[in-house]
């Protein structure tokens, strides 16, 4: 069975400097693609970035960055220059592989992040 | 614009009462799911559909039901036995374009269901 942590249930940042939010995943496939939301308060849920299995790069989206470690199973979002406006929760996510046509994401329990001014 | 929208935004249900949270997408995916998420956690899949006329069992399918009659509708009804319906419900979809694809699941805003 696959399985996202998130072991960072809360985190806090200073305005302008940069944050780890980390996850770490589990899974037997080969074959399999990470995805970042990020939910404010508001609810609802706001797609960051993506990294495929087989992708040699890291993903970067702006001011998003995933550092990707395959043989260590995980996927840090790197957020730079921190702004108020990213305080929300943010959820690592994991798209099955394989051939059971479930595309369905598999998500970690979260981390709070509050940014300081 | 092209999007998700669920309703309703709040929901009240009695016990033993049935009822239908909808969910309308005009993004032309074929695929679709309902996921459920309790304070303070991550989400959790119900069911989830990806093609008309079928639908598949998700993690926490008992007490919920499903149908998928048109490509852009995808409602779940919340059956009384479903014990412990208070949480907020999320309706994505997809496009179905292979296990590699790097498309997300783009989000309704959600529907948060209590008990009266």
């Known amino acids: 069975a696959q399985k996202i942590t998130q072991t960072q249930p809360g985190m806090f940042v200073q305005e302008k400097e940069a944050v780890t939010l980390d996850c770490t995943y589990d899974t037997s496939d080969q074959s399999y693609g990470l995805f970042w939301y990020k939910q404010p308060s508001s609810g609802e849920m706001i797609f960051l970035i993506y990294q495929g299995s087989y992708d040699e790069q890291n993903a970067t989206e702006g001011r998003y960055s995933l550092n990707f470690q395959k043989a260590r199973k995980s996927a840090n979002l790197v957020i730079s220059a921190s702004q108020l406006g990213d305080s929300a929760m943010y959820f690592c996510a994991m798209r099955e592989g394989g051939n059971t046509g479930r595309r369905a994401l598999t998500f970690g329990s979260g981390t709070r992040l509050q940014v300081q001014p | 614009d092209g999007g998700i929208t669920q309703s309703p935004k709040y929901l009240f249900r009695k016990e033993g009462q049935n009822v239908t949270l909808s969910c309308e997408q005009n993004?032309?995916?074929?695929?679709m799911y309902w996921y459920r998420q309790d304070p303070g956690q991550g989400l959790r899949l119900i069911y989830y559909s990806q093609i008309v006329n079928d639908f598949q069992k998700g993690d926490i399918a008992e007490g919920y039901s499903v149908s998928r009659e048109k490509k852009e509708s995808f409602p779940l009804t919340v059956t009384s036995a479903q014990k412990n319906p208070t949480a907020f419900y999320l309706c994505?979809?997809?496009?179905?374009?292979?296990?590699?694809?790097?498309?997300?699941?783009?989000f309704g805003d959600g529907t948060r269901l209590s008990i009266l």
């Open positions: 994505a979809s997809s496009g179905n374009r292979g296990i590699y694809s790097n498309q997300p699941q783009h």
């Open positions: 993004l032309n995916h074929d695929a």
